[in-house]
């Protein structure tokens, strides 16, 4: 079955850097587009970033542009997400997300991993 | 940026009944409209896409209605299971796609 599993969540002080990844099994990863999703402790959910099945197109939410950068390894059907300049407003459970149907970015995300949780104190 | 704005809130609603569930966008969407559920300690799952179209496995209680800016979300008869927080989120004009700030439907 269709499977993503973060990891790479963890505690770091403002400033630092941390890098998440989603590993994805089930589907053909290199055909799908894939998200970055986070929710801040009980508080809705915030887009972060997606990146094209290719990896040639990434886009950003204004939040974390120029912080964070997106990037995929289709040979290892694993996405991540580095994060840099950590601020306390970034901390949150962060999803990866597949669109729905391959080979597009207009789409829905479906399904969502479990969520890592980063946590930004110092 | 289109905003997705949710109503109401909070819906409180008995086991059995009905609820309807709001979620206007700041300007059209078109058909291009998504719903999810979350249950507290989960991640969001998917019910609805293309504004009216069940996901796999979804019950069939669970109707989604709607186009251009106006979209409901109905569950026909609440099951016990059902009382979660709802978002919808559109994904016509990105980016960002973005998320209404959700409903939660708690038990009456």
């Known amino acids: 079955q269709v499977q993503l599993v973060e990891s790479g969540g963890g505690v770091d002080q403002p400033g630092t850097s941390l890098r998440l990844s989603c590993a994805a099994s089930?589907?053909?990863?290199?055909?799908?587009?894939m998200h970055w999703v986070r929710q801040a402790p009980g508080k809705g959910l915030e887009w972060v970033a997606v990146?094209?099945?290719?990896?040639?197109?990434?886009y950003y939410a204004d939040s974390v542009k120029g912080r964070f950068t997106i990037s995929r390894d289709n040979s290892k059907n694993t996405l991540f997400l580095q994060m840099n300049s950590l601020r306390a407003e970034d901390m949150a459970v962060y999803y990866c997300?597949?669109?729905?149907?391959?080979?597009?970015?207009?789409?829905?995300?479906?399904?969502w991993g479990q969520g890592t949780l980063v946590t930004v104190s110092s | 940026e289109i905003v997705m704005t949710q109503s109401p809130a909070t819906l409180s609603v008995s086991p059995g009944e009905r609820a309807t569930l709001s979620c206007r966008a700041s300007?059209?969407?078109?058909?291009?409209l998504a719903w999810y559920q979350q249950k507290p300690g989960q991640a969001p799952r998917l019910l609805i896409y293309?504004?009216?179209t069940r996901a796999t496995g979804i019950p069939a209680r669970f109707s989604g209605s709607g186009s251009g800016t106006e979209f409901t979300l109905t569950i026909s008869s609440l099951q016990s299971e059902d009382f979660a927080v709802y978002y919808c989120?559109?994904?016509?004009?990105?980016?960002?796609?973005?998320f209404g700030q959700g409903t939660k439907l708690e038990i009456k």
């Open positions: 997300a597949r669109v729905g149907t391959a080979r597009t970015m207009y789409n829905w995300f479906d399904p």
């Open positions: 089930g589907f053909t990863f290199s055909s799908y587009a």
């Open positions: 990146i094209s099945y290719d990896g040639t197109n990434k």
């Open positions: 300007q059209s969407v078109i058909s291009n």
């Open positions: 293309g504004a009216s």
């Open positions: 989120q559109q994904y016509n004009k990105w980016p960002p796609y973005t």
